[in-house]
């Protein structure tokens, strides 16, 4: 039998989670802080509508699912694990360094799982790039940059970097394999006093460099991530089809006497495995309740992402 899961927050993300979990046969029920909310979700899926105050405490539930604004994952999070419950937290997983380390803490000390939704690094075309980075068919990865713009998605409490850019963190953390050592962020705010456009510089102490660009008030969509390294360059583009979403570019550069030459080919593009991020994500949950492995999308990787974030939001322009 699968490990039995409630979604607490019945948002358009907790919406989301509810019907993946009812296809894996894991949703034993939803909750949310407006009970109506909830029973649309528990009328429709046959689950129970269980309150928040007792949903802790219930002991048909093995897991939690926290799809809720950002302020209040640590306090939920915390009293979960101290209840024996397994979590995956949605990102971001707090709002202040502090508050994430004491829920990671609280779920190492009582024996949890914790798991953030770092959704893309589930992606089949990024798990496909990052096994070239790992086996070396990039060669030496130089710079990794990032750019994840559009339209909408304005909240009232994040910013385009908190609410865009932790999905790109987390692939670039595992493709440097490592934290950065210096973050320089830019921040421009056009609406109101919340960044609209994102910029971060990082520095990794193993050479690598990187840099992310995020905006929620663009003219296009733009999700694409790319790799350089001295064998080649990968482009993962999740705008494109599936038989276009990773290409592979090996375009040659070196050094001719007093200046640089470079020869540019097409792109080779690579086949990947069709399916859906977030059924990945929930499996891999799944996997690692019944398991007790620890999560490829940990609470050390949220911490750290949270890090940059907080590093990364020092400077701000309006």
């Not at 927050?9 to 046969?25: A, F, M, P, V």
């Not at 209840?83 to 707090?94: C, F, R, T, Y």
């Not at 994430?100 to 959704?119: P, Q, S, T, W, Y």
Request: charged letters at 25%; hydrophobic letters at 40%.
């Amino acid at each position: 039998m699968a490990p039995r899961i409630a979604v607490l927050g019945c948002g358009y993300w907790g919406g989301n989670h509810i019907r993946t979990l009812k296809s894996l046969g894991a949703l034993q029920a939803v909750s949310d802080a407006i009970p109506e909310n909830a029973q649309r979700f528990a009328v429709e899926f046959g689950v129970p509508n269980i309150p928040v105050e007792k949903l802790f405490t219930h002991p048909d539930i093995d897991g939690v699912v926290l799809a809720l604004p950002a302020q209040f994952h640590a306090r939920y999070a915390t009293e979960a694990v101290r209840n024996g419950k397994d979590v995956l937290v949605e990102k971001p997983i707090a709002l202040e360094v502090a508050e994430a380390e004491a829920e990671v803490k609280a779920a190492l000390d009582n024996k949890r799982v914790f798991m953030v939704g770092h959704i893309l690094r589930f992606h089949p075309a990024f798990e496909k790039l990052l096994d070239m980075v790992k086996s070396g068919e990039l060669g030496d990865i130089r710079y990794v940059h990032s750019h994840r713009v559009g339209l909408g998605k304005f909240h009232t409490e994040n910013d385009a970097l908190w609410d865009l850019a932790p999905h790109d963190l987390s692939m670039i953390l595992a493709i440097a394999g490592e934290e950065p050592s210096i973050v320089r962020g830019e921040g421009t705010a056009i609406l109101d006093h919340l960044s609209d456009f994102a910029h971060l510089h990082m520095e990794f102490p193993n050479g690598i460099r990187g840099h992310l660009f995020a905006s929620r008030l663009n003219a296009y969509r733009e999700r694409r991530l790319s790799v350089v390294g001295s064998k080649g360059m990968a482009v993962f583009d999740d705008g494109e089809p599936w038989d276009r979403k990773l290409a592979l570019y090996r375009h040659e550069v070196w050094r001719e006497d007093d200046h640089w030459a470079f020869k540019s080919v097409d792109p080779d593009y690579i086949r990947v495995e069709e399916g859906m991020p977030l059924t990945r994500e929930l499996q891999h949950f799944l996997h690692c309740i019944e398991t007790r492995e620890t999560p490829r999308t940990d609470g050390r990787e949220a911490i750290s992402v949270l890090r940059i974030l907080t590093e990364g939001t020092v400077r701000h322009s309006k």
